[in-house]
T-cell receptor, first 112, second 115 residues
């Protein structure tokens, strides 16, 4: 069964600090892995998308890594800002199916 | 990036009435569209998958007669909540998948409140 597990479930950090969110998956055959940011009451917004051959991708202060061998991904947020407070969702797609498998998300709270 | 819009952004209705939510892909053709429901502090729950011109495929436990989905064109899908009840109150989000890509683009969501 395809699964995506994210950790931690929630995280509180101080403004300006860095943090790393984890995503482990068992989706097969792998097509791509995407990280989304979802603000409360809004739809998810894409941060990064990585295919099998990519092991790192950046989008401003967000850097995602992918280890396809261990089936792990991380999202690193640098110099956090109050506006980074949101839920971060890891989504993995299989190449032989039209659906994606969603993680439960990590809720990040950035405090001043 | 690809943009998906939803209308309305929020709606309040009386119990027993029907509500239609529109999902449009503004700058790409979405061969597949997905409808999700999200309760407070919970993750997105896939309700159904629709392909243009064909019947939607519903997830287990989702009543297809209650949640009517129409994907009439490559840029428009609609979700109609029929005979809505307070327990249908939720945040409904659609997403479109761009043809030949395996990437989803989400709409901003519709907040439904049934009184």
């Amino acid at each position: 069964k395809n699964q995506v597990e994210q950790s931690p479930q929630s995280l509180i950090i101080l403004e300006g600090k860095n943090c790393t969110l984890q995503c482990n998956y068992t989706v097969s055959p792998f097509s791509n892995l995407r990280w989304y940011k979802q603000d409360t009451g809004r739809g998810p917004v894409s941060l990064t998308i990585m295919t099998f051959s990519e092991n790192t991708k950046s989008n401003g202060r967000y850097t995602a890594t992918l280890d396809a061998d261990t089936k792990q991904s991380s999202l690193h947020i640098t110099a956090s800002q109050l506006s980074d407070s949101a839920s971060y969702i890891c989504v993995v797609s299989a190449s032989d199916a039209g659906k994606s498998t969603f993680g439960d998300g990590t809720t990040l709270t950035v405090k001043p | 990036g690809a943009v998906v819009s939803q209308h309305p952004s929020w709606v309040i209705c009386k119990s027993g009435t029907s509500v239609k939510i529109e999902c449009r892909s503004l700058d790409f053709q979405a061969t597949t569209m997905f409808w999700y429901r999200q309760f407070p502090k919970q993750s997105l729950m896939l309700m159904a998958t629709s392909n243009e011109g064909s019947k939607a495929t519903y997830e287990q436990g989702v009543e297809k007669d209650k949640f009517l989905i129409n994907h009439a064109s490559l840029t428009l899908s609609t979700l109609t909540v029929t005979s809505a009840h307070p327990e249908d109150s939720s945040f409904y989000i659609c997403s479109g998948m761009r043809e030949f890509y395996n990437e989803q683009f989400f709409g901003p969501g519709t907040r439904l409140t049934v009184l």
